[in-house]
């Protein structure tokens, strides 16, 4: 499971070149201001970023290309290496800033690779933890509309949280076949959720349509262990 928390960063140059940049810290790697300016300082004379790894690295990533130059950010490739959110494919980065999780608005990536081999290989209970993220389908659309009748927001819509409710439908009927692991089918039907369910964050505008109260819940045990 290390190997997922550890950020591998290949900055490819258009010479067929190619410099890697791995980032650690102690324990468990976070997605930090602090870490995303030291990807930003290998960018001189680099044509194109190449993030490989889970959502902390795809956050890193987005974050740190974004905000080097948010007119013309270099191009940004990212590699999933499990299924554990539906990150990879959003226009926002969950940050610890300040020792608080907050989420800021990043970027696309301009092209998101996903292999079912590596997504196979990968250990089950990361895989099992996007179905997880999933889950707030049903409840998070709940969230946005409320705060939206008690005038905390304005822009609830149903359709970005209907567009993936059929597909996260169809995976739970499947769920024990997923902590298997080994059924390509089901990890082919959660890549598709999570990749439209990440869309759908960036269609509503905000992380509404998939992400509610229970991410606030988690983000605080986060937090609270490390």
């Known amino acids: 499971m290390k190997k997922f928390l550890v950020l591998l960063l290949a900055l490819m140059m258009m010479a067929s070149s190619a410099f890697a940049l791995e980032i ?3 324990g468990v790697l976070h997605a930090t201001p602090e870490n995303a300016a030291k990807i930003q300082a290998r960018f ?7 993030g490989v790894g889970g959502g902390t690295i795809c956050d890193l990533c987005k974050y740190a290309t974004h905000y080097a130059d948010a007119e013309n950010p270099k191009p940004l490739i990212v590699v999933e290496t499990a299924l554990s959110v539906n990150a990879f494919s959003d226009d926002a980065s969950v940050m610890l800033i300040s020792g608080v999780k907050r989420t800021v608005h990043s970027r696309y990536p301009d092209i998101l690779i996903i292999d079912l081999d590596i997504q196979a290989a990968a250990p089950a209970e990361m895989n099992v933890s996007g179905y997880g993220d999933l889950i707030a389908t049903w409840t998070a659309p709940v969230d946005w509309y409320l705060a939206n009748v008690l005038g905390m927001g304005k822009n609830f819509s149903s ?3 209907d567009m993936i409710r059929d597909q996260c439908r169809a995976l739970l009927a499947n769920s024990e076949k997923l902590a298997a692991g080994t059924d390509y089918k089901v990890l082919e039907d959660l890549a598709n959720a999570l990749t439209l369910s990440g869309l759908a964050m960036g269609l509503g505008g905000e992380s509404s349509p ?6 606030v819940m988690s983000h605080l045990i986060d937090m609270t262990t490390g």
């Open 24 to 26: 650690s810290e102690p």
């Open 44 to 50: 001189e004379g680099i044509d194109c970023v190449v």
């Open 159 to 161: 359709i970005p949280s």
């Open 210 to 215: 998939a992400s509610g109260s229970e991410h």
